[in-house]
């Protein structure tokens, strides 16, 4: 071999006696782990021993098994791979498998969304084609409304310029009236011209009169007023004259109080030094006597002391008996007495047992008693809540009703009102209609219907004919029309119900409405169902709207138009104008209340009804305090009995138990006291010394007795002598003391009704003069009136005066201006006829700016709506984009707008019959995009997966060709070295499973020689490590070591 320069080092292992050892590298100790580290550094096999073969390699290799276990084994594959080399390749392959069996997951789960995205789809196909079938008919209808509407735009521009036509020669008509009327009105002014003095002063000495009229009327309600105050004045100077007279009076009567106060107290003052002298007078005497009583007593005391000191000796005498009574009958208690506390417990026992028994029983039949009269109680309660239910329903009905009728008098007398605020010219031929005159007249359209007030602005914005005035017939219309102009009361327009009558199918007829909305027509509520066709002329279909967002949603979309308008007042008309906004908006032109033809004797019945109803209501309603006041009785009562009820079960059930107890306890306690019977001997001697000492006790206390009686009848004897001279001395002292008391009393009094007095007399005396005030402004009120009646009067006569005058001048103008007036009334004549003309010729010039206007408006909107149409168009592929055809003049002569029109109705009939998925198209074209990109991730991971797993077998085939090279190599030589040892032997490895040589492992077999073939396990142990020998050898030709 070749030595490498400055490769040389020494490793060596010292050992020693006691089995320890350590290791070293070129002299200087280490640790095992720092010298394999080098030698495997250096490419020195630490893990295979192939040079030194001990008898634990040799078993380890003949105990091998083809192949592992488990994968912290090693077998013969396992060994043979990790000196070939091959086992490198495990984990990469291993990694492999496992990204291609995850790609392989991923690409599953790819193809199965693939497959439920096509299975969406098919299941999609039907509906696309039903919507693009529904859309192809969209656009056709489309297309022929877009002819419809040229066609339209066209009519319109014809009936434009015939407006136009018209306009121009009713202008010319116009200005030739207008001539005429100026030559009449300049007649007519210079009538008026020539009679105005006289017209002047007959307006002036009108004036006059009406005001000396209404001045005098002033003057009789000023008169009146007088003479009210007056008499009122008088009343009230009376009443005070009254009060004055009686508090006068009274002030006389305070003004003496004082003085004879005054002398009352000095008489009272001037008794009082004479009784105090007689009190102190009568004090003595009482003193002497008392001091005179000492000796008259002196014996009898003497005499009750000597008494009293024998009393006390027998006293002493007394109490020694009583102590030695006390305890004989305190031992003989003491023998006897729990056995007669026993017996009273006993006798006690006995007698609450007979009580339980007695209560039970009263118990039970107040409990019976209680049972029996509580489902009367129960009873009547029912009655009484019928009754008060009975009540309580006809109050609520009798209020309700009550209620509508006075909501019913208020809105007929607003309705009464409401007539009678009538414009001149409806009321004026109303008046007719009531005199017979003009028969047929229902009145003015919006008072024969009534709207909630949500819908006033709506119905007063879109329905013009509100005003117009409806008739039988027009026969009667004219007749109006005649009235009107004879009487020059104005304008008014007429509907005929006769002429309704083609509206009637129409106005009964129901309506599907866009959105739900409602029909304005239906919303009105009727006077009577004959006025129904004449309003619905008025408005025809037109729908209500919540705003202006819905309102342009209904009108301009879809295939119908639809005249809408708002509950603000904004109106879209079926040609697509629009009119609304401003800071006013109509309303007010239809009540909420139907209005009715009441009279006052209608009203009079009316109101005598509802007074009779209220008169019920209110006896209804005391009736329902008495019954909910007995009502709370009964429940009380009810209630009460239930809990007595109650209350007497529980007792009944405590006497049961006591009884029970008792009936036990009383025998118990019979035999208890029969064990507690005294000694009858002993109880007999202690009640011998009892009675003995009680019969000495009553002899020494009777002894006692006499002796304290007479020390008792000399003391009341001193007493009789004391009292009987005191007493008369002490009552003539108590008397004169209550004299001079009373005397006192006196004087405080006078003394207080002098204070109250000035106090009352300073009141009464301001009263008097404020009455005196009074009375004096009340005469001077009075004498006011009479001297303003007095100027009244005068002023009054001079009123009539100068209306007297100014109405005999009055006469004499009055004649002139109605001369003036007859010839004014020709020219007047010829100018309302002038007047009549023009104002038809107004009219008709509106009808005929309003068709202009109306057509250019229809024109704008048939424009407006040709912008806005549009042909869908589905995105499909393969799809030609389509345009709208414009219509020449020669073919819009040829077009039949019914057969388009017919042509519009069966395509929406057939329209209406399908009923496609409208997002289906979307959701086709959505779902192919998904499928599409689904289909690219599927490609994607299959491609990906097709890459792995070419990588996996790539390896798997670098690992076999490696493993098989190798094998074949150590296999050969393991052959020649095992026939070379053994001189005639064989030994071969071989694979178990020829085709996957990794999935078995490998065998060793070796053939002795003059020996069949054997397994190495099998053999004997030198055999073995021959064998063992020749693999090892195999292996250092090989792989020499791991550098190689």
């Known amino acids: 071999f070749e030595s490498i320069p400055e490769s040389e080092f020494c490793v060596c292992r010292t050992a020693f006696r006691d089995n320890s050892s350590y290791y070293s590298i070129n002299g200087r100790r280490v640790q095992f782990k720092e010298v394999a580290s080098l030698l495997r550094s250096e490419g020195i096999d630490l893990d295979h021993n192939r040079f030194l073969i001990l008898q634990g390699e040799v078993e380890l290799i003949s105990q091998m098994k083809p192949k592992a276990a488990t994968e912290h084994e090693d077998g013969m594959l396992e060994y043979l791979e990790d000196i070939i080399g091959s086992s490198g390749l495990k984990e990469p392959i291993e990694e492999a498998a496992r990204d291609l069996e995850r790609l392989s997951e991923e690409r599953g789960e790819k193809l199965n969304r693939v497959k439920a995205m096509e299975k969406e789809i ?5 509906a696309k084609n039903e919507a693009v079938e529904f859309i192809k008919l969209e656009n056709e209808i489309v297309e022929n409304r877009h002819k419809l509407h040229q066609y339209y735009i066209y009519k319109c521009s014809e009936e434009e310029q015939k407006g136009v036509e018209v306009k121009e020669r009713l202008l010319e008509e116009r200005k030739e009236l207008e001539e005429e009327l100026k030559v009449v009105v300049e007649k007519r002014d210079e009538i008026t011209k020539r009679n105005e003095n006289d017209l002047k002063a007959f307006e002036n000495l009108s004036e006059v009169v009406e005001k000396a009229k209404g001045a005098f009327a002033q003057c009789e309600r000023r008169d009146l007023k007088l003479r009210e105050d007056l008499k009122h004045n008088k009343e009230k100077n009376k009443k005070l004259g009254k009060s004055l007279e009686k508090e006068t009076a009274k002030l006389e009567e305070l003004r003496v109080v004082p003085d004879k106060s005054e002398r009352e107290i000095e008489k009272l003052e001037a008794v009082l030094p004479s009784l105090e002298e007689r009190r102190l007078k009568e004090d003595e005497k009482l003193k002497e006597v008392l001091a005179g009583l000492k000796d008259a007593t002196l014996e009898l005391q003497n005499e009750k002391e000597a008494k009293e000191r024998v009393l006390l000796q027998k006293q002493d005498v007394v109490n020694d008996v009583r102590a030695k009574h006390s305890v004989a009958k305190a031992e003989l208690d003491l023998l006897t007495s729990e056995y007669r506390r026993r017996g009273e417990e006993l006798e006690k026992a006995k007698d609450d047992l007979g009580n339980a028994e007695t209560m039970g029983k009263d118990k039970s ?11 009367g109680c129960r009873k009547e309660i ?15 009905q009798l209020s309700i009703k009550v209620k509508n009728g006075r909501i019913r008098v208020q809105e007929e007398n607003s309705s009464m009102q409401a007539s009678q605020s009538r414009s001149k010219l409806l009321s004026a031929l109303l008046e007719q209609k009531r005199l017979g005159n003009l028969v047929g007249i229902h009145g003015r359209l919006g008072d024969l219907g009534a709207i909630d007030d949500e819908y006033d602005v709506a119905i007063s914005t879109a329905c013009g004919p509100l005003d117009f005035i409806v008739v039988d017939t027009m026969d009667v219309a004219v007749k109006c029309v005649e009235f009107l102009k004879k009487h020059n009361l104005g304008i008014a327009t007429f509907i005929g119900l006769d002429k309704m009558e083609k509206w009637a199918g129409k106005a009964a007829q129901k309506m599907n409405t866009p959105e739900n909305v409602p029909r304005l027509f239906d919303l009105i509520r009727l006077k009577d169902s004959a006025f129904g066709p004449a309003f619905y002329y008025a408005l025809r279909d037109t729908l209500v709207a919540s705003d202006l967002e819905q309102a342009t949603r209904i009108a301009y979309k879809g295939s119908q138009r639809h005249r809408v308008v708002t509950l603000k007042g904004d109106l879209i008309d079926v040609s697509g104008t629009m009119s609304g906004g401003g800071k006013k908006v109509a309303k007010g032109r239809m009540s909420s209340k139907v209005q009715s033809d009441f009279c006052a004797a209608d009203m009079r ?16 309603g005391k009736r329902k305090v008495e019954l909910e006041g007995r009502l709370d009785e009964l429940r009380g009562r009810g209630r009460k009995m239930e809990h007595e009820m109650k209350k007497c079960a529980i007792d009944i059930k405590g006497f049961k138990l006591q009884r029970e107890e008792l009936r036990k306890r009383v025998p118990e306690m019979e035999v208890e006291l029969k064990k507690l019977v005294p000694d009858e001997r002993k109880v007999k001697v202690l009640q011998k010394n009892v009675d003995t000492l009680k019969k000495e006790l009553d002899k020494v206390e009777g002894d006692a007795g006499i002796v304290k009686a007479e020390v008792q009848k000399l003391h009341d004897q001193i007493m009789e002598i004391t009292h009987s001279r005191v007493k ?15 005397v006192n009393s006196d004087i405080t009094k ?18 008097v003069k404020s009455l005196q005030n009074d009375v004096r402004e009340t005469e001077e009120k009075i004498k006011q009136i009479k001297d303003d009646s007095k100027g009244l009067e005068t002023e009054a006569a001079e009123l009539l005066d100068k209306a007297e005058t100014a109405q005999k001048e009055l006469g004499v103008y009055a004649k002139r201006v109605e001369r003036m007036r007859k010839e004014l009334s020709g020219v007047e004549e010829g100018e309302r006829k002038i007047c009549g003309r023009l104002v038809d010729i107004k009219h008709s010039l509106q009808k005929a700016e309003s068709r202009v206007t109306e057509n250019q408006k229809k ?10 149409m549009a042909l869908q168009s589905l995105a499909l592929e393969g799809e030609e984009v389509e345009e709208f055809h414009w219509l020449s003049k020669e073919e819009m002569v040829e077009v039949d707008d019914d057969a388009i029109q017919y042509k519009v109705t069966v395509l929406q009939a057939k329209q209406k019959e399908m009923n496609p998925n409208m997002a289906a198209v979307e959701e086709y074209k959505r779902k192919e995009q998904v499928y599409l990109s689904r289909v690219q991730e599927l490609e994607h991971v299959t491609n990906e997966r097709d890459g792995m797993r070419q990588k996996h077998e790539e390896l798997r085939k670098q690992r076999l060709d490696c493993f098989m090279a190798g094998f074949t190599f150590i296999t050969a030589k393991l052959k020649e070295m095992y026939q070379m040892i053994t001189m005639g032997g064989d030994a071969e490895l071989e694979l178990v499973d020829s ?16 020996k069949s073939w054997k397994n190495i396990c099998n053999l004997s142990g030198g055999e073995k490590t021959l064998s063992s020998l020749a693999l090892v050898f195999a292996l250092h030709q090989y792989k020499p070591d791991r550098k190689s």
Do not use: M
Not at 859 to 868: F, G, M, P
């Open 122 to 126: 098919g299941q999609l196909e039907e």
């Open 365 to 375: 039949r107040d409990l019976k008693r209680l049972e029996s009269e509580l489902p």
């Open 382 to 396: 029912g009655e009484v809540e019928r009754e008060l239910r009975g009540v309580v329903e006809r109050e609520a």
């Open 605 to 620: 019945k009316l109101e005598r009804e509802l007074e009779v109803e209220a008169k019920e209501l209110e006896g209804l």
């Open 728 to 742: 008369a001395q002490q009552e003539k002292l108590d008397k004169v003391v209550g004299e001079i008391d009373k």
């Open 750 to 767: 006078a003394r207080v009704a002098i204070k109250t007095a000035e106090r009352n007399f300073k009141k009464t005396e301001a009263k």
């Open 859 to 868: 024109i704008r909107a048939w424009k407006k709506e040709l912008e806005k």
């Open 995 to 1010: 085709l996957d040589p990794f999935s078995e492992g490998i065998v060793f077999s070796v053939r002795p020689p003059k």
